[in-house]
């Protein structure tokens, strides 16, 4: 068991940064893959980055990856999620979640979730 506990959400206007993160406790953090997701309202959650086990390699949306990076501290069982040149498209809940079975896209792949944070992103 896995437990994933998302901080870090709030509002920011267009063009800003936030970074949200996500604790990890229960079983090896190191055994598993780490994504990031998001639901805006009215929407299906949708893929938004995702790293290895060990933070080598990440992959991410096509809609974010020039502008968010993905990273994770394995030492403080900790993934993190830097949102620059925010845009209001970008508001939505963002979850955390771990897969044993490496950096996919698809949610299925996922055995644990966090509970979300919300963030709102003005114009």
């Known amino acids: 068991q896995v437990r994933l506990v998302e901080s870090g959400g709030g509002q920011v206007e267009a063009g800003g940064s936030l970074r949200v993160s996500c604790a990890a406790s229960?079983?090896?953090?190191?055994?598993?893959?780490m994504g990031w997701f998001r639901q805006a309202p009215g929407k299906a959650r949708e893929f938004v980055g995702s790293?290895?086990?060990?933070?080598?390699?990440?992959v991410y949306a096509r809609s974010v990856e020039d502008r968010f990076t993905i990273s994770r501290d394995n030492a403080k069982n900790t993934v993190y999620l830097q949102m620059n040149s925010l845009k209001p498209e970008d508001t939505a809940v963002y979850y955390c979640?771990?897969?044993?079975?490496?950096?996919?896209?698809?949610?299925?792949?996922?055995?644990?979730w966090g509970q979300g944070t919300r963030v709102t992103v003005s114009s």
């Open positions: 790293i290895t086990f060990n933070g080598e390699t990440s």
């Open positions: 229960g079983r090896s953090f190191t055994w598993y893959a």
């Open positions: 979640a771990a897969s044993p079975l490496g950096p996919s896209r698809v949610d299925s792949d996922y055995d644990y």
